[in-house]
C-alpha cells in the first residue's frame, strides 16, 4: 500500500529567499510524480511533472526526484506573497490506473 | 478540450440522510475517481472505475457506494451523511497518466 508523506507540515520564508518542500513515498515501483499547489478555497494547479530521476524545471518550481531514496523535492526559486498556498505531492503507477496517492501538504507562507 | 462538471457545487444534508454527488466528463476518459479532501489536507481515494459499469474500492470507500452507468458519468453516493464528514468531493478522470480534476462539492452535515 502506498504511503506518501510530506515534511515539513509548514513552512514560512521571506519573499525572494528559496523554498524547499520534502516528499517522500513508499513504493519504489511508482512512475509518476506530480507536485500540485491550492490556494485556499481553490482547486489543484499542477505545478510540475517529473517521470525520471533528476530534475525539471517548470518556471519558477524545480522537482528532484531520487527514486532510490525514495524522496521527491520541490525547491521554489524566489518565492512571492502570491505563493503562500498548500502544497501536495502526489504518486501514482501506470500499473494500479494512475490512482494518486497524495500527501497531507505542506502549507507555505512567504512574508514580504 | 473538455470539462469536468460536478453538482452540486454545495450539498448540506442532515446526519444520517443518504447524499448524492454527480460528476460528468466530456473527455472521454476511460478511468474516473472520486477523492476526498478534508481542510488543508491532501486528497485521498474513496473510489475508481476503469470502464462503465466496473467499480473498485479506494482506501476510503467505507460508508460510500459509487455507479458508472455510462463512460461518461460517475456518482458517489454518502449511505448516511456523519458530521465529520464535511469536506470537498472532487472528481477527476484520465486517460493516460494525466488526470483532470473538476472543481469539487463542498458537504457540509448540519
Known amino acids: 500500500q502506498q504511503k506518501v508523506q510530506q515534511s515539513p507540515e509548514s513552512l514560512t520564508v521571506s519573499e525572494g529567499a528559496m523554498a524547499s518542500l520534502n516528499c517522500t513515498f513508499s513504493d519504489r515501483s511508482s512512475d509518476n510524480f506530480r507536485w500540485y499547489r491550492q490556494h485556499s478555497g481553490k482547486g489543484l494547479e499542477v505545478l510540475v511533472s517529473i517521470f525520471s530521476d533528476g530534475e525539471k524545471e517548470e518556471g519558477s518550481f524545480t522537482a528532484h526526484l531520487n527514486r532510490a531514496s525514495l524522496h521527491v523535492f520541490l525547491h521554489i526559486r524566489e518565492p512571492q506573497p502570491s505563493d503562500s498556498a498548500l502544497y501536495l505531492c502526489?504518486?501514482?503507477?501506470?500499473?494500479?490506473?494512475?490512482?494518486?496517492?497524495f500527501g497531507s501538504g505542506t502549507k507555505l507562507t512567504v512574508e514580504p | 478540450g473538455g470539462i469536468i462538471t460536478q453538482t452540486p457545487k454545495f450539498l448540506i444534508g442532515q446526519e444520517g440522510q443518504k447524499l448524492t454527488l454527480k460528476c460528468q466528463q466530456n473527455f472521454n476518459h476511460d478511468t474516473m475517481y472520486w477523492y476526498r479532501q478534508d481542510s488543508g489536507k491532501g486528497l485521498r481515494l474513496i473510489y475508481y472505475s476503469i470502464t462503465e459499469n466496473d467499480l473498485q474500492k479506494g482506501d476510503l470507500s467505507e460508508g460510500y457506494d459509487a455507479s458508472r452507468e455510462k463512460k461518461s458519468s460517475f456518482s458517489l453516493t454518502v449511505t448516511s451523511a456523519q458530521k465529520n464528514e464535511m469536506a470537498v468531493f472532487l472528481c477527476?478522470?484520465?486517460?493516460?497518466?494525466?488526470?483532470?480534476f473538476g472543481p469539487g462539492t463542498r458537504l457540509t452535515v448540519l
Open positions: 477527476a478522470s484520465s486517460l493516460d497518466a494525466e488526470q483532470f
Open positions: 502526489a504518486v501514482s503507477m501506470v500499473s494500479n490506473y494512475n490512482v494518486l496517492y
